[in-house]
């Protein structure tokens, strides 16, 4: 992202608008610029002139739900605008709305010619993230419709239709051809002196497949309203430590945030359930990790998130395998990711849904497990039995628990190089930055699934009254953790490795992924406490927290998206283990250093952080391709909470 868009975020739907509330068409360049519903762009282009005219900015859009700036017709010293407008907008679910002002500012009457420049692409979000890939499109359509208030702009291709209706309050005197298939919505506004006069525009969106009955909102103002309501739903209840103010707004901030997160989904009865999002911009719906560690964060405080995912996740998991092998489900897996736009549609990408995740599934079980022992309800866990089942027969059957002793997978040429929460192609690597080629097996996953086993077996002896099934797992668990502690320890290092690759060997990078087999409590006593001391050693840690890979190292890179970047949730995860295993002043390092980090940040903690250390520059340094919003950096400040409470 750069700092001239600016994100609105309501769901599944965003919008990024310039720094004068305009939406411009660009494509590429890595950052969103349009209305976006679904994976489409419904709206790109948005641009306003005053008297055939840019105007200029006095108060650009700034940081908000709501999108508020102050413009002026072009002019000079000598001769002082004729008027101001004042922008306000405001994104619901598939709508986008805007109030503009125009206020005169001279003594007589004032004319004052407006137009607005509109187009809706319907671009699929994967053709404008600069993955360098075209996309054939036989067959489609677009057209244009005028209507008495304003213009509807539809997409056709094959069986997908999708539309745009943007209407004017009061209706445009005209709508104007471009040469470009844009249209231009025209006024002639006469102002009294010194009078005002006020447009309201609203963008309806409906995507294919989309037979909901909605309404765009009537301003800006009752979006922020509904906002206001969605977000003390969320903020009630939960007690924040008032001795720790900081740690109190950072998850004030983060409760808001996933608040404005909830995209829909449905259950396995087909009942209606909304689910955190992974992230705004470009990861607008349901990732299996995410949404499960979101979940697993806000648990103690929130429990329906955590409820509404497994429900939702139950429903996608997979019942058998994929003949054609690019969505690489097999029976029982968890999904990865979910998508609904064109290109997924007609299977040009493979993330309609995607089972491209090794962890999905044993954070599945993680889930369950700490759902049904936190709220003392075994009812969703009776639901869901044959699912979770079903999730622990993958993960010793084709997850490779039986055959190969641990979790495995492979790069997947047409979805992820790696399927482990560090899904980057460079991210598991030796020291020197060579990358494992065939089978891998990375660490993380290993912890995550001793713990999903040890959380089963719980839930077989205690709700499935299967004491048989619970006695299998604990043992599978036992002999999980004594391999994986001769297999991956790194005596010369005193560390695990982070991976192995198909024949066995350690790949020895130093990697934040050791914090998480404290989460899990995969490691021994004597080899965790190790651990944990080492993650807080100056080439692991910044200041703002640990990094993902110790500098030092010639992989490291500090603008590396996880070879030396400082993730919140990463970090959550280790503040968490570190308490488990009674490192109480090394926890609170790690969380007063991310909530240092959000407080330099208007309290919002982003996806990711660059590497640098806090001796090099005194505030975060941002990375540049962060998501602005993702749900588990906002909730990581409550799993700060848990692991060191409010001091």
């Not at 992924?513 to 840690?541: I, M, T």
Request: contains cysteine; proline residues 6%.
């Amino acid at each position: 992202m750069t700092d001239r868009r600016h994100l609105l975020v309501h769901g599944a739907t965003f919008a990024a608008v310039g720094e004068r509330g305009d939406i411009s068409g660009v494509r590429g360049g890595g950052f969103p610029d349009g209305l976006f519903v679904r994976d489409a762009r419904h709206l790109s282009r948005w641009q306003l002139t005053v008297d055939g005219a840019v105007p200029e900015v006095l108060a650009p859009v700034a940081d908000g739900d709501t999108a508020r700036c102050v413009l002026v017709p072009r002019g000079g010293r000598q001769e002082p605008p004729a008027c101001t407008l004042f922008r306000e907008q405001a994104v619901g679910d598939s709508s986008f709305v805007e109030s503009l002002r125009v206020t005169g500012n001279r003594a007589v009457p004032t004319v004052v010619r407006l137009a607005l420049t509109v187009d809706a692409d319907f671009t699929d979000q994967f053709e404008l993230r600069s993955d360098h890939r075209t996309y054939a499109k036989a067959g489609a359509v677009r057209s244009r419709e005028v209507l008495d208030d304003g213009v509807e702009f539809t997409y056709r291709r094959a069986e997908w239709r999708s539309v745009t209706t943007i209407t004017a309050d009061p209706a445009p005197d005209a709508v104007e051809e471009t040469g470009t298939g844009a249209r231009r919505l025209v006024w002639t506004l006469a102002l009294d002196p010194q009078g005002t006069a006020e447009l309201v525009l609203r963008v309806m969106a409906r995507p294919h497949g989309d037979r909901r009955a909605l309404r765009v909102p009537r301003s800006p103002a009752s979006v922020n309203e509904r906002l206001v309501a969605a977000e003390g739903g969320f903020m009630e209840g939960v007690a924040f430590p008032t001795g720790w103010p900081e740690l109190a707004a950072a998850c004030a901030r983060g409760l808001a945030d996933l608040a404005a997160l909830q995209v829909p989904a449905t259950g396995p009865d087909g009942e209606e359930l909304r689910v955190p999002a992974a992230g705004a911009p470009w990861f607008l719906t349901l990732l299996g990790r995410d949404a499960l560690l979101t979940s697993l964060f806000t648990l103690p405080y929130h429990p329906r998130p955590a409820a509404a995912t497994l429900l939702a996740l139950a429903a996608a998991q997979a019942t058998g395998a994929d003949a054609g092998g690019s969505s690489l489900a097999q029976p029982g897996k968890i999904v990865h990711e979910v998508r609904h736009g064109e290109l997924a549609h007609f299977g040009q990408v493979p993330f309609g849904r995607y089972y491209g995740s090794v962890d999905a599934t044993p954070l599945f079980l993680v889930l369950l497990g700490a759902y049904t022992e936190v709220t003392g309800d075994p009812g969703l866990a009776r639901r869901l039995e044959p699912h979770a089942r079903a999730a622990t027969g993958w993960m010793l059957d084709h997850g490779g628990l039986t055959t190969r002793g641990y979790l495995v997978y492979r790069a997947d040429e047409g979805g992820l190089a790696n399927q482990n929460w560090k899904d980057s192609p460079g991210a598991i690597c030796w020291a020197d930055g060579t990358r494992p080629t065939g089978a891998v097996m990375a660490a993380g996953a290993q912890g995550y699934a001793y713990d999903a086993l040890r959380r089963t077996a719980y839930v077989a002896r205690a709700v499935w009254g299967d004491e048989t099934y619970a006695a299998l797992l604990e043992q599978a668990a036992a002999d999980l953790r004594d391999r994986f502690q001769r297999d991956f320890w790194m005596r010369e290092h005193s560390f695990p490795a982070l991976a192995l690759d198909g024949r066995g060997r350690q790949v020895d990078a130093l990697a934040s992924d050791a914090g998480h087999l404290l989460w899990s409590g995969l490691l021994d006593k004597e080899y965790g406490e190790a651990v944990g001391r080492r993650l807080l050693e100056p080439d692991f840690f910044s200041g703002w927290g640990v990094r993902t890979l110790a500098s030092g190292q010639p992989a490291y890179h500090p603008l590396s998206y996880h070879r030396g970047s400082v993730w919140p949730h990463d970090n959550a995860l280790i503040a968490l283990g570190l308490a488990r295993y009674g490192l109480h002043d090394e926890a609170r390092t790690v969380a007063h250093a991310l909530v240092e980090a959000a407080t330099a940040t208007g309290h919002r903690l982003p996806e990711v952080l660059a590497g640098y250390g806090r001796d090099t520059r005194p505030e975060p340094v941002p990375y540049p391709h962060a998501c602005v919003r993702e749900s588990r950096s906002a909730a990581a400040p409550l799993a700060l909470l848990t692991a060191v409470g409010g001091a």
